[in-house]
Each structure stands twice: as structure tokens, then as C-alpha cells.
């Protein structure tokens, strides 16, 4: 066979892998048998060894990679991966459509989807070749797992038809049918080998494993649910899905649109009562709006977009029985009853422990030593006591009482008004605040110090040499090295990373400070309005409460972090052993044009959506602030500008501005 033998013959196998593939995982109508489908991959793979300038990479060989890397890169999503809110009452279903009808003054369509439990993952292609495949992360970033997903055969590495838009975002789920599931658990035991403990562990594991080969020996699955992209061919969601099956992609049969709440409704009890039929794990129904437009208009919170629902399936319950409670204290100081229990198989994991959140819900049980106890896991993964067989108490049985003192260092345990936990007040003292402070400080999503793990903090804290977070810029390899378990290499290593972590950005420094309910998400909005950590210690409550998402709550709990001495030396303690205490030049705003101006963005918009017309606000020194007040510059109006807004700024005499005119100040016309 010469060349051009060679080249049309990998062109033809190709085409038929690539349309067995489609058949099998789109259409579900497989056409030929698994032994032949092995033999075309077979010659495809011999041809392809023999003429390797011929093998592209979009080939379906290409699946099996080779690549090993010590670590996953970390791709930026283009378009943010949000979380969705959820519940499990049918009543907040019944509130999202009221919230959702009344922002957009109309019945609206919905789409209703089954909530896969597996691993979400972003896949982008590029002139319909699959460029990166991106898993969650933390929304905004996540791990480059490309070459494991290649593996995956219902995944298309090129797309079909040709009318796909040059650049596309898809949104799926990753997972193991069960019966895939049960036949590789049957292979590891029957290699002498542990079983998996469940389908959604095993597949978020397996698309992190280190080497692609293995991946492929797992018969891992994914259907999407999700299409972005700047030209998309329909405005309905469900179309899009629709038209995403004739690309190629797994689109499940399941997907239903349905036009009002009795049909979404319907469609839950259904699926609640079918789910355990399904060939593979799911916990719940997603509920979307149809229109793309009506998606726009209603936009997203911080964390998760107003247009959809997750409703979560009631979990598995298991009955087992309750040992002892031990007290557990956080680094915030937060006191947390756990329960010891009898081991128990529930939902796949044997479980031996059980949260009790708090003093309320140890009295809300009425819960006693010894007691038969019903357990269940919270969204399937923390387990917690739901209740108690009160049949099966002994007479003499001791309710349990929860502590006055802290565990771990003695001291009396306080609880504020209107809160649920108690805490220890004694922040710099006691011993499990110290060390979650400091883990959490050299944390990945924080300052990301590599080969300081649970131990050795432990191992620091122990022999004196960190008592507090800014000790650990003081460390020297001579003083590691004498540590048990620290060898010189590993010692060197960890000097390193703390010096790197130094030139951390500001956002994850102040995360990694550990403020009470200042989150990653909080955290970059503080970065986004305050250029130094100065600056936030400067702001008074007037000035946290007018920036969108920062609540009552978490402006107390800042400026009760900047009010303590302690905290104020640690953080002077930092800055002067070198860590970033402000944003980088990168990072600063594009001008000051609305420098010390706050401005309220309300109304429909043409020329950019409300998140861009936040950031330029952001970019050229101003602030956007959700509510109108005798503080706000003036109003950003676009079409059907919000009623009560303009009435209260003309009332308060505040100019109110449109689009262009805005751009034209900006000299982004």
C-alpha cells in the first residue's frame, strides 16, 4: 500500500469509528458488534503506526494517550462554571418560578433535565476539533484534563455537519454507569485489589489520574447539558441541545421541555419515582428557562444563575446506632458535635460518623446516648443524624448534653445573639485555631504553599517554631531539616514555596487571612473595590454594605478582623517579611475616571450585559452598588429601568444616565 493508499484508507476508518461512535452513544442504535468495531480501531492503529506523518489529531487512536504530567495546568474558563442553587422542597420550585415570572412579567417556558452525579467538565472546540477539556475548580479556573477526557469515546474530538460556530463552549457531566461500575469493581476484587466505594468518586477520581491509559480502561461516560458560545443557532436552550446531537455530543433522551409548573412538577414526581431504573446514578432535576434571552435578562448572583434550579432527590436513610458525641473546634473557633456511630453502609460508603451541627439540633433530636439513630447525607456526601427510634431507647438512657467549655483549651464557650453555634473566644490560644488558621492560610485556593500538609503543620506547631501565620516567613531550611519526617530536599522545598507565595495575588491573600465569612468569591470582591489591604482596613460600614453581595454579616465580621490588635500585627507582620498586600499593577484600574463615584446599573441593556457594564465601572476607579441612595453618583439606565429605582432618584435629585452617553464619557464609544 502506498501513501495515498494509506491516507484515503485512515481517512475511511476514521469516518466509520467516528459514525459508530455517533450511533452508539448519540442515537443509542448501535450497528455492528464490539469485536468489529475493535477490528476497524485495530487496522486504523496499524495504519497509522506504519504511516505516522498520516495520524492527526483528531484521530479516535488518539484517545489512548501517552503524556504523563506531574500535575494538571490551570486553564481559565471563559465562561464562568457557577454552581446552582438547590433544594430539596417543592415549595422553593414554586418561589424560583414566582421570582422568575415576576422579573420578567410573564409565564415563561422551562427545560427539565436529570442531575447527573458525576464530575462536571467544560469542553471547548475550535473549528469544530476539541481544543481543552476544563473540570469545575473553583468557577473561574480549573485543571486541563484534555488528554484524559480524549479517552472518552462519547466524547466527539471533531464535530459533525459543519454548521458549529468557530469557537463553542459545552458544558457536560462525566460519569460511570452503574453497570460499568459494577464490572470494574468485579476486576479489582478478582485482582486482589479494594473496590470503589462509589460510581461519582470513582469518575471524578478517574478524570484526575496522572496517565490517560488508564482513564481509558474505564468505561467512563458523559452527557451534556450545556451550550455557549457567542453565535449560538437558536434562542431556545433545548434547541441548542437538540442541535448539539447532530455535532456528535451525548444529548440525553430525558431532556424535556415543559410549559408551566404543573409539567415541571410532573416531571419530578416521575424521575423521583423511576430514578432507580436509570442505568446510572442520578440525586435530582435541573430546571431551566428556555429562552436564552429571558436567561440574559435574569443574569446571575455571585455564585450561581437566577434562571435555574437544581431539585435534589430526599436521600438514602440508613438506621444504625449512636456511641458517643465528640466535640470538634473549627478555625474560627466554631464548636461542632459529631456523632460515633455503628458503622453502616449508606449510599455507597460505610459511614462511622455523623455531623450534629449544633446545641439546637442535639435538643430538636432530643437525642440520648445509645440511641437507635436514622442517618442520612446531606446532598449525598456529609452524612447527619435525622432523627431517632425512640421505640428502641433503653429506660436509663442520658440525653446528651452539649459542652460549656472549649474541648481543647478549657476555655468558657460563648454564643452571639441570633447565631446557632457556640465558639471559643479564645482565638490565639487555643490549639485546633491555631492550626486551622494556619492550614487554611497555606491552603491551594490561598496562599498554596506546597509540602506544608495537616502533619507537618501539626509537626511546626508543635515544636514552637509556628505559632501564627506570619511564622511561617520566618522558617530556615536548618530549622526543618531537624524535624522527624523532613528530609533536606523536602525542607528546601517548602522555604521555596513560602518565599513564591509571597507575590500571591491580592484576592487570595485576603482569603487566605481567614476572615470570618470572607470567602474566594468575597474575597475577589474586595479586591475589586478596595486596591490594598489599607484601603479595606480604612472602610466603615457605610462603605462594605453599598458594594453588591457584602451583607450586614460580613461587614461586621471585617471590621471586628481590623478592630483586633492581633490581627493587625499579624498582618504588619506579613508586610514586612514581603507578602503582597495590594494589587499589582496588572490588576489596577484602566483609568480613574469615576474614582470615588458609585454607581447603581439598572435596566436592559444593548451595546454590553450588566456583568461587562459592572467591570468597566470597576476598571475605571468606581464603584457599583445595588441600591439608591443620597451616596450614589448617578444611575447607568438602560430599556425598562426599574420603577421604584427612578423614583427614588429623581426624588433625590440623581442624574440618570443611558448607555451611550455612559460609553461616550469613557470614550468607549
Known amino acids: 500500500m502506498n501513501k495515498k493508499e494509506a491516507h484515503d484508507r485512515i481517512e475511511q476508518l476514521k469516518k466509520e469509528v467516528n459514525d459508530h461512535n455517533y450511533n452508539y452513544y448519540v442515537l443509542n442504535k448501535p450497528q455492528i458488534s464490539d469485536f468489529q468495531y475493535d477490528l476497524i480501531l485495530k487496522e ?156 461519582r468518586n470513582t469518575a471524578a477520581g478517574t478524570i484526575k489520574l496522572q496517565d490517560p491509559a488508564i482513564v481509558a480502561g474505564r468505561p467512563l461516560d458523559c452527557y451534556i447539558y450545556n451550550i455557549l458560545g457567542e453565535t449560538l443557532p437558536h434562542n431556545k436552550h433545548y434547541d441548542n441541545l437538540q442541535k ?50 429571558d436567561q440574559e435578562k435574569l443574569g446571575y448572583t455571585a455564585r450561581s444563575p437566577r434562571w435555574a434550579i437544581a431539585y435534589k432527590f430526599k436521600a438514602e436513610q440508613a438506621k444504625t446506632k449512636l456511641h458517643s458525641v465528640d466535640f470538634q473546634v473549627g478555625r474560627t473557633g466554631t464548636v461542632t458535635p459529631v456523632a460515633n456511630l455503628e458503622p453502616v453502609a449508606l449510599a455507597g460508603t460505610v459511614v462511622k460518623r455523623a455531623t450534629l451541627h449544633n446545641e439546637a439540633q442535639i435538643k430538636l433530636l432530643n437525642l440520648h446516648m445509645n440511641d437507635t439513630v436514622f442517618i442520612e447525607k446531606g446532598g449525598e456526601i456529609i452524612p447527619k443524624i435525622v432523627g431517632v ?91 526543618l531539616v531537624d524535624l522527624e519526617r523532613l528530609g533536606e530536599k523536602s525542607a528546601f522545598n517548602i522555604i521555596n514555596s513560602i518565599e513564591k507565595s509571597k507575590s500571591a495575588p491580592f484576592n487570595r491573600v485576603l482569603y487566605a487571612l481567614g476572615i470570618r465569612f470572607v470567602g474566594e468569591t468575597v474575597a475577589k470582591l474586595l479586591a475589586s473595590q478596595f486596591s490594598s489591604i489599607d484601603e479595606l482596613a480604612r472602610a466603615g460600614y457605610d462603605d462594605l454594605v453599598s458594594i453588591p453581595d457584602i451583607g450586614e454579616k460580613i461587614a461586621d465580621s471585617i471590621l471586628n478582623y481590623f478592630s483586633s490588635p492581633n490581627n493587625r500585627k499579624v498582618i504588619e507582620r506579613l508586610r514586612k517579611y514581603g507578602v503582597n498586600m495590594e494589587l499589582r499593577e496588572s490588576q489596577k484600574k484602566e483609568s480613574a475616571i469615576l474614582e470615588g463615584k458609585s454607581i447603581v446599573i439598572s435596566g436592559e441593556f444593548t451595546r454590553h450585559g450588566r456583568k461587562e457594564y459592572r467591570q468597566i465601572i470597576e476598571e475605571n476607579g468606581g464603584k457599583n452598588v445595588s441600591s439608591v441612595s443620597s451616596n450614589t453618583s448617578f444611575i447607568l439606565a438602560g430599556k425598562n429601568m426599574g420603577p421604584v429605582k427612578r423614583e427614588r432618584a429623581e426624588k433625590l435629585g440623581i442624574e440618570i444616565m443611558g448607555e451611550d452617553d455612559f460609553l461616550k464619557m469613557l470614550n468607549k464609544e
Not at 84 to 101: A, H, P, Q
Not at 119 to 128: E, H, K
Not at 249 to 269: L, T
Open 244 to 293: 448539539a446531537r447532530e455535532w456528535g455530543f451525548r444529548v440525553p433522551r430525558e431532556v424535556s421541555p415543559c410549559k408551566g409548573m404543573p409539567e415541571v412538577m410532573d416531571y419530578i414526581n416521575h424521575w423521583d419515582s423511576k430514578r432507580k431504573s436509570l442505568p446510572f446514578e442520578i440525586d435530582g432535576v435541573v430546571i431551566k428557562v428556555n429562552s436564552i434571552d
Open 389 to 479: 427510634d425512640i421505640n428502641e431507647r433503653a429506660n436509663d438512657a442520658k440525653p446528651v448534653e452539649f459542652i460549656a467549655s472549649c474541648p481543647e483549651c478549657g476555655s468558657p464557650l460563648r454564643k452571639l445573639p441570633g447565631e446557632a453555634n457556640h465558639y471559643c473566644p479564645n482565638n490565639y490560644e487555643c490549639p485546633p485555631q491555631i492550626k486551622g488558621r494556619i492550614e487554611h492560610f497555606i491552603s491551594r485556593k490561598a496562599m498554596d504553599i506546597d509540602g506544608l500538609g495537616e502533619e507537618t503543620t501539626d509537626l511546626l506547631y508543635r515544636s514552637g517554631l509556628v505559632n501564627d501565620i506570619a511564622d511561617l516567613y520566618t522558617l530556615k531550611k536548618e530549622f
Open 44 to 199: 486504523l492503529a496499524d495504519l497509522e503506526e506504519k504511516f505516522p506523518d498520516l495520524r492527526s489529531d483528531d484521530s479516535p487512536t488518539r484517545r489512548v494517550g501517552s503524556d504523563l504530567t506531574r500535575e494538571f495546568r490551570q486553564l481559565k474558563h471563559k465562561y464562568p462554571m457557577l454552581s446552582l442553587s438547590n433544594t430539596y422542597s417543592e415549595e422553593e420550585i414554586y418561589d424560583f418560578n414566582k421570582r422568575v415570572t415576576g422579573a420578567l412579567g410573564r409565564e415563561v417556558e422551562y427545560v427539565c433535565e436529570l442531575k447527573y452525579d458525576g464530575a462536571s467538565i467544560s469542553l471547548t472546540y475550535r473549528d469544530g476539533l476539541l481544543e481543552s477539556a476544563v473540570t469545575r475548580g473553583d468557577g473561574e479556573t480549573g485543571d486541563d484534563v484534555t488528554n484524559n477526557v480524549r479517552t472518552i469515546r462519547s466524547i466527539p474530538l471533531r464535530l459533525r455537519n459543519y454548521d458549529y460556530p468557530a469557537e463553542l463552549t459545552v458544558r457536560g457531566e462525566i460519569f460511570l454507569p452503574l453497570e460499568g461500575f459494577r464490572r470494574l469493581n468485579e476486576e479489582l476484587v478478582k485482582n486482589g485489589e479494594q473496590a470503589f466505594s462509589n460510581p
